[in-house]
């Protein structure tokens, strides 16, 4: 007799194992409960089994959309956002474009962002930079270098939606 493949997500596995748990006659605890279902699943364990599962983080869309439309097709920033949370969230787009472990002059980064903006405010887009603490610069000003850092998970999409479109805009 064959067998058929069917796939089982479980959002929250926390809350299977306790309703699991209320359906058996004599249950485990709760935590070895958890180590149970992360076997059946193929894992040593339930630490096992979380390492190799890292939650995906959730993310405002609207946020994320809003913020794209200030890129154009190659993935340019097209105007400078009037509001503070946008202008932030857009600057993580830049950051994922400046070349990481580089010391770059003030010229280089002024270049460099004049690339990948349209509107040619490099002295802006910096200053936000390091007033966000994703570019230190020393105590001339004179030298730049990204400060390499997890993006929150808004920048993460915007930087991926942002990517996609100049990928996708070069063609």
Not at 38 to 45: L, P, S
Not at 63 to 81: E, I, N, S, T
Not at 142 to 149: N, S
């Amino acid at each position: 007799m064959s067998r058929d493949v069917i796939q089982l997500t479980i959002d929250d596995v926390s809350q299977f194992a306790k309703t699991l748990r209320g359906a058996l006659p004599q249950a485990p605890g709760h935590l070895e409960m958890l180590g149970h279902i992360a076997r059946a699943a193929g894992y040593r364990n339930f630490q096992h089994l979380r390492a190799r599962n890292e939650p995906t983080p959730q993310y405002d869309r609207r946020k994320v959309d809003k913020a794209l439309r200030l890129f154009d097709a190659q993935g340019r920033m097209l105007r400078w956002p009037g509001k503070t949370g946008q202008q932030a969230l857009c600057l993580w787009a830049i950051w994922a474009r400046v070349p990481p472990r580089e010391t770059m002059t003030e010229r280089q980064i002024s270049a460099h962002i004049d690339t990948l903006t349209a509107f040619r405010d490099a002295a802006q887009i910096r200053r936000g930079m390091v007033e966000h603490r994703m570019v230190t610069r020393d105590l001339e000003g004179r030298a730049y270098l990204r400060l390499e850092q997890a993006p929150p998970p808004e920048a993460r999409a915007l930087i991926a939606a942002v990517s996609e479109r100049q990928r996708s805009g070069a063609v």
